[in-house]
């Protein structure tokens, strides 16, 4: 791949998810760490972007000059779920870096995804725990489990597995639809609407409707 495909690749991912992590761009591209420092010193250099530990975040063009999104996402006490404030438990943590460095984390992948949906690209990393295992692994290498009917916290019941065949095997006997992190996010902005005839976390409705 030449230079300029890979910046065109990375220009993508930060216009689809507004921020990229230089590690995931690594192994994605095949390319060395530094490699990818280089191209986001370049974008930096051009406006495009503002490098933050680990990646960068997209800047976007506000009154004709380049300013970074700002960082609106609230503070929370310590154990507390960003969206609806109840303590989360290892297999369903959700934890997430915002672009000024601040850490935040959600009960469960449900509360996680409303975050991204609430706060864009101010979030510009996310790990989410394997559902059987606990372990934490990133977002958007992430197998969403939707809709199931395995619904351990909020609802609609989000659960996130890091490999494909299990997130699969537990579809067979919980139902739901399985897919990637923007499959998730798309399933949610659907699903939480303000409609009393629908079982949803009534804290992450209002918010959502809120922001709509």
């Avoid at 870096?97 to 706060?119: E, M, R, V, Y």
């Amino acid at each position: 791949m030449t230079a300029e495909g890979r910046r065109a690749q990375i220009r993508n991912q930060l216009q689809e998810f507004g921020s990229v992590q230089v590690s995931e761009l690594a192994a994605q591209l095949q390319v060395s760490k530094m490699t990818i420092h280089r191209d986001l010193l370049q974008f930096e250099a051009e406006g495009e972007v503002k490098r933050v530990h680990g990646g960068a975040v997209l800047v976007t063009k506000v009154g004709g000059g380049a300013e970074p999104v700002k960082d609106s996402v609230p503070q929370t006490n310590s154990g507390e779920c960003l969206i609806c404030h109840r303590p989360p438990t290892q297999h369903l943590l959700y934890t997430m870096t915002t672009n000024s460095g601040k850490q935040c984390q959600a009960c469960c992948p449900h509360c996680g995804i409303s975050a991204h949906i609430l706060f864009g690209g101010q979030i510009i990393m996310a790990l989410t725990a394997d559902y059987l295992s606990g372990r934490l692994h990133a977002a958007q290498n992430s197998w969403f489990l939707l809709g199931s009917v395995a619904a351990p916290c909020c609802h609609p019941s989000i659960l996130t597995f890091e490999d494909e065949q299990m997130a699969r095997r537990f579809q067979t006997g919980f139902g739901g639809q399985i897919g990637r992190l923007n499959d998730a996010i798309s399933f949610l902005r659907e699903a939480m609407t303000l409609d009393p005839n629908k079982e949803a976390c009534p804290h992450c409705a209002a918010a959502q409707g809120a922001k709509s």
